[in-house]
Nanobody, 127 residues
Framework: EVQLQASGGGLVQDGGTLRLSCTTS????????ITWFRQAPGKEREGVSGISNYDQKTYYKDFVKGRFTISSDNAKKTVYLQMSSLKPEDTAVYYC????????????????????WGQGTQVTVSS
């Protein structure tokens, strides 16, 4: 059974730091791309950052570059998202997703490219 679980969210002040974790099981971790998405109430779910575990390539949306860092621990089958300099606009539910993108040439943040999704973790940044 494929499982992904996002955790580490919480309430933090403007400029604060959080580290999210995506723990996985039930699939070949190092053959997949793991990507973080987020969704604020009433808004479309959007991509944030991703990592392909087979070549360790990383991907960042412009609005998080220099603030967020994604990393992967293949031994623990876990992906982390280190978030610093958080802003109120970062407030959202954050989801991790896994997709088979070995020979994929499309948009890394295309949601339909991902087969497995975890339950989200809430991140709230106070102003």
């Amino acid at each position: 059974e494929v499982q992904l679980q996002a955790s580490g969210g919480g309430l933090v002040q403007d400029g604060g730091t959080l580290r999210l974790s995506c723990t996985t099981s039930g699939f070949t971790f190092d053959e997949y791309t793991i990507t973080w998405f987020r969704q604020a109430p009433g808004k479309e779910r959007e991509g944030v950052s991703g990592i392909s575990n087979y070549d360790q390539k990383t991907y960042y949306k412009d609005f998080v570059k220099g603030r967020f860092t994604i990393s992967s621990d293949n031994a623990k089958k876990t992906v982390y998202l280190q978030m610093s300099s958080l802003k109120p606009e970062d407030t959202a539910v954050y989801y991790c997703a896994a997709g088979w993108l070995l020979d994929y040439t499309g948009d890394v943040y295309y949601k339909s490219a991902y087969d497995y999704w975890g339950q989200g973790t809430q991140v709230t940044v106070s102003s």
